[in-house]
């Protein structure tokens, strides 16, 4: 038999023998004590009289024997224990180390007594985290869950919103570790923290809950009244009234839009920057607003001027008699966004009106049955919101001039018929 097995035999005898003496009188400063996972268990103990053998045990099972100084510990324990004569100490507490244990004293006069610790071991509270279901909350949601755990350790649950208390009311029910939040609506949205703690640690965990709402009226605006390109950059700015927005995205024409040298997303790409604009930029552009369950976009028609250059008026046909039926005066540009033109004859308005018609946008001005009186200098004008420019054409309608025989023939004849009426 070793010597654990021995000293096992000798301490249940002693048991058996004295079991019956007087009453040892034990205490203790700490009877109930909490420990933190990794510290060591450390019970102390206090009697007046000499022992001769003291035993302790965790429950029911033997940790170690003191018989008159010498120490005999069970296996399990004797790498972690430090025993004293009214001390022992445990070291790298588990929480399998929780329990009730008890001290056994027998003294010089056979008398005995016992004292019981009860012994609790808690894991520290780490990396608490607040799980929601459902991961998408919308107003007609019925209820939500906030779960409160932790990667290691356990302990009671208190919730805030916003950092203000929460309480069980008509729309927050707490249970256990859970947090369930009724009929939410767009006002519940926020900072939701639980609080996990247990009389060695404390830890705290948080999310940002979110009740979504549609996005509305979704509206894109320009930063100035006239892009021309004169203009060092112009600023679309994309807004909506309702509707909380996690992502915006933008597009011309269809095609989408990343930051580059000439566009810039900024503000959370709310604002697109477009840096230098060319006639090229001219297009629909289009905001689209989302979150995680709902969508709406806007759009504007962004016109990007450029100059109105090489402004020429021509004719056809390019030979006009008089008597004809009409001859077409054709006014183009070989650049500019065409907004307005207009047309003048020697200085004067030209508008659609008796010979003339104004077609194909005012760009082609018709002159029907053109005469002489049809002759002169006719401009033409061609702008838009930021820029004009003009040319001209000289129009001559051909006409026969009568010869001079003609004229002194006709004058006889006149002359003539007159003296044959006097008569």
Request: proline share 5%.
């Amino acid at each position: 038999m070793n010597r654990i097995g021995v000293g096992l035999v000798c301490a249940l005898l002693l048991l058996i023998q004295y079991g019956s003496g007087a009453d040892v009188i034990i205490t203790s400063p700490d009877p109930s004590p909490t420990i933190r996972t990794g510290d060591p268990i450390n019970l102390t103990i206090s009697y007046s009289s000499t022992p001769t053998m003291i035993m302790w045990t965790a429950n029911g099972s033997i940790v170690v024997l003191w018989l008159n100084g010498a120490q005999i510990p069970a296996a399990k324990y004797k790498t972690r224990l430090m025993l004293q004569e009214k001390n022992i100490l445990l070291t790298d507490s588990t929480t399998a180390d929780t329990g009730e244990y008890m001290v056994k004293v027998i003294d010089t006069n056979s008398d005995s007594g016992n004292f019981t610790f009860n012994v609790v071991v808690r894991d520290i509270i780490t990396n608490v985290n607040v799980l929601q279901t459902p991961a998408v909350i919308i107003e007609s949601t019925p209820d939500v869950n906030l779960l409160c755990r932790a990667a290691s350790g356990s302990g009671s649950v208190t919730w805030q919103k916003d950092g203000q208390p929460l309480t069980n009311d008509s729309s927050h029910v707490l249970l256990d570790r859970t947090l369930q939040i009724l009929t939410p609506n767009r006002t519940f949205s926020g900072t939701y923290s639980c609080n996990m703690s247990n009389p060695v640690s404390w830890n705290v965990g948080s999310i940002v809950m979110t009740v979504y709402f549609p996005v509305e009226s979704v509206t894109v605006t320009q930063s100035l009244p006239l892009v021309s390109e004169r203009s060092p950059a112009v600023n679309l700015s994309c807004s909506t009234p309702s509707g909380n927005s996690e992502t915006v995205t933008w597009t011309k024409d269809g095609q989408p839009i990343i930051n580059n040298s000439t566009h810039s997303l900024l503000a959370r790409n709310q604002t697109l920057q477009i840096t230098a604009p060319k006639r090229a930029f001219t297009g629909m552009y289009s905001c689209n607003m989302s979150n995680a369950a709902y969508w709406s976009s806007g759009s504007l028609l962004l016109r990007v001027y450029d100059p109105v250059v090489n402004v020429t008026v021509t004719q056809s046909p390019q030979k006009v008699n008089e008597g004809a039926a009409l001859v077409n005066l054709s006014c183009s540009a070989s650049s500019g966004y065409t907004e307005m033109v207009t047309w003048m004859k020697d200085g004067q308005s030209v508008t659609s009106k008796n010979a003339y018609s104004l077609l194909d946008g005012n760009r082609t001005l018709q002159i029907k049955q053109p005469d002489r009186k049809s002759n002169g200098l006719y401009i033409c004008n061609i702008s838009n919101a930021a820029y004009w420019g003009s040319g001209s054409l000289n129009l001559t309608v051909s006409y026969a001039t009568p010869s001079a025989t003609s004229t002194y023939s006709m004058l006889i004849i006149t002359l003539l018929g007159g003296i044959l009426l006097a008569h």
